[in-house]
């Protein structure tokens, strides 16, 4: 039923760029703010960036501002998350979450794709 499905992870060099894209399908993409987490071994899942329904409003971490942009396209029920001047710390499993704005509450967890940065 409900799938999101992310794509465009892989290695690449520090300094370099990757977009990451998460396709939804099974539920009311236009209704659910889209956000972005990552996990690294040993480490707590923690917030890269969100994005509200409409995506009128953004919200990323410290360590991201500046270098990641989430954008979405709710036409292509698709949400991007751009990485730039990427560095090895940054590297991690990353994961698409949605959550509703609005009711009726529900939140879908996508099962994530591989960043690696190094040389």
């Known amino acids: 039923q409900v799938q999101l499905v992310e794509s465009g992870g892989g290695l690449v060099q520090p300094g370099g760029s990757l977009r990451l894209s998460c396709a939804a399908s099974?539920?009311?993409?236009?209704?659910?703010?889209m956000s972005w987490y990552r996990q690294a071994p040993g480490k707590e899942r923690e917030l890269v960036a969100r994005?509200?329904?409409?995506?009128?409003?953004?919200t990323y971490a410290d360590s991201m501002k500046g270098r990641f942009t989430i954008s979405r396209d709710n036409a292509k029920n698709t949400v991007y998350l751009q990485m730039n001047s990427l560095k090895p710390e940054d590297t991690a499993v990353y994961y698409c979450?949605?959550?509703?704005?609005?009711?009726?509450?529900?939140?879908?967890w996508g099962q994530g794709t591989q960043v690696t940065v190094s040389s």
């Open positions: 099974g539920f009311t993409f236009s209704r659910y703010a």
């Open positions: 979450y949605a959550r509703a704005d609005r009711p009726p509450r529900g939140d879908y």
């Open positions: 994005i509200t329904s409409a995506g009128g409003s953004t």
